[in-house]
C-alpha cells in the first residue's frame, strides 16, 4: 500500500540532482514527504494512479516539481497531461530544469505551468534555490483544495 | 512621458498594504520600478496602455501582484482579461488577497493565475511574505521574453 498523501512530487531522472533536492528540503524540514519519480511515464502513473501506482489513493501532491527532458514522456508532454484533465489541471507545477531556451520556457507557459526555474549549475545554488522554491510553494502560496 | 519598463505592477486599493509592501521591496532591494494602480480599471489602462497609460510603451511588467477586491473592476476581471490577450497572457501574476475563501481559490487557479497568496494579518509576517514573493518571482523564477 502506498501512502495516500505527498506534498512534493519530483520528478527527476538525474540522480546527482535528485540527491541534492532531497536533502535541501530535508536540511530546511520542507517536506517529510516527497516522492521521486525518474521518468515522465512513472509521473503520469504516479499522478493518475495507473499502472504501479493503480492502489493509489487520488489525492493531488501539493506542488510537483517537473524536469523537461525525461526518459519515456516528456515533461512538457506531462504538463499538458496535468492541464488537460479536471481532476489535476490545478495543481501548481514548477518546471525545474537545465534548459533555459526561450522556446522552451514559452512553451511551459503556454501550457499552463506555474513557475519556470532554470538549475543553477552551482551545488550551492542549487541547494539554496530547492530551498527557496520548497519554502515558497508549501508555506507561502495557497493551493486549491480538492476538487472533485 | 511614462517610463517604459516596470519589474512589478502591484495593484493595491488599501494605502497600509501598499505602503508595507512598497517598504518590504525597498528594503530588501527587490525593485527599483513598483507601480502602484489602485483601482482595476487603472491596473487595466496600465497593462493595456490605454487612457492615462496611453502614452506607455507596451512592455509587460515581470509580475503582476493583483489583489480580489478592487474598486471599478474586480482582481478576477483583470486577471480574466490579462489571460485573454495574447500580449499578456503568459505574465505571471500573483494574487495577493485577504480572501481565503476556497471559491476564491479556485477560480483565480481556474483562471490561470501563476500563486495565490493570502496577506498576513501580521505586520511582520506580512513584510516578510512580500520579501519572499519579491525573491522567488524576480530572482528564482524565469518569466518568459515579451512576445510580440
Known sequence: MIENSVEILLVEDNPNDEMLALHAFKKHNLADKVHVV????????????TGAYAERLFVNPRVILLDKKLPFVDGMEVLR??????????????MLTSSAEDRDVIESYQLGVNSYI???VDFEQFSETARQLGYYWL???QQPSEVS
Not at 497531461?81 to 514548477?94: G, L, S, Y
Open 38 to 49: 525518474r521518468d515522465g511515464a512513472e509521473a503520469l502513473e504516479f499522478i493518475f494512479c
Open 139 to 141: 508555506l507561502i502560496n
Open 81 to 94: 497531461e496535468i492541464r488537460a484533465d479536471a481532476r489535476t489541471r490545478m495543481i501548481p507545477v514548477v
Open 118 to 120: 532554470v538549475k543553477p
